[in-house]
């Protein structure tokens, strides 16, 4: 037989949905505006497969980009990973809200709002212009580190190297200022 006696389907297996707490209608209408600092996006950019993620987050209004790197995309790790990239930032903003997609990865938000003070707001499925910005600047991140990349390689000094390059770089939003 094809499964060789082992069942198709595992009954009360552990769901990876997340039972969200809000949505991004309920986010303060200041945060669409881009008047204060504070209002980030996020969301994570994999490796090849079992070779790590790495966690982004922009801000709205600053376009300041941060990053750490994961071992892999169980939500504790990445709940690490938000911290660390915080930390890794080298000087402290504001941490008004955090705007996420829904993947399972992020199922400890509870834990990443308790972490760092903040309110979490999750996007529309299968929305991605929702965090536009968040996906303007993961695409900048593939110009370095392309599909398949094994991020177990990756160190913490080169990915802040890219990070700088990233928060240096002249935007047409800015004025042409970094």
């Keep these: 037989l094809r499964r060789r006696g082992k069942l198709k389907y595992k ?9 969200l707490d809000r949505t991004i209608h309920e986010r ?23 070779k790590g993620c790495i966690v982004t987050l922009v801000e709205r209004k600053s376009k300041v980009f941060a990053a750490a790197r994961s071992t892999n995309r169980e939500a504790e790790n990445v709940r690490k990973a938000f911290v660390h990239a915080f930390q890794l930032l080298g000087f402290s903003l504001p941490i008004e809200t955090i ?13 990443i709002e308790t972490d760092l003070d903040t309110k979490i707001y999750f996007a529309d499925p299968h929305a991605p212009w929702q965090r536009g910005l968040n996906e303007n600047t993961n695409d900048m991140i593939r110009f370095f580190f392309p599909k398949g990349t094994d991020f177990h390689k990756v160190t913490d000094e080169e990915l802040q190297a890219v990070v700088s390059l990233i928060n240096n770089r002249p935007r047409k939003t800015l004025g042409f200022l970094s």
Excluded: M, Q
Excluded at 99 to 111: C, I, M, P, Q, V
């Design 11 to 19: 009954h009360g297996a552990v769901c990876n949905t997340i039972h």
């Design 99 to 111: 705007t996420l997609d829904n993947g399972s990865e992020f199922a400890k938000f509870r834990d």
């Design 28 to 50: 303060p209408a200041i945060v669409e505006t881009k008047e204060r600092i504070g209002d980030w996006e996020g969301d994570t950019v994999y490796g090849a497969k079992g």
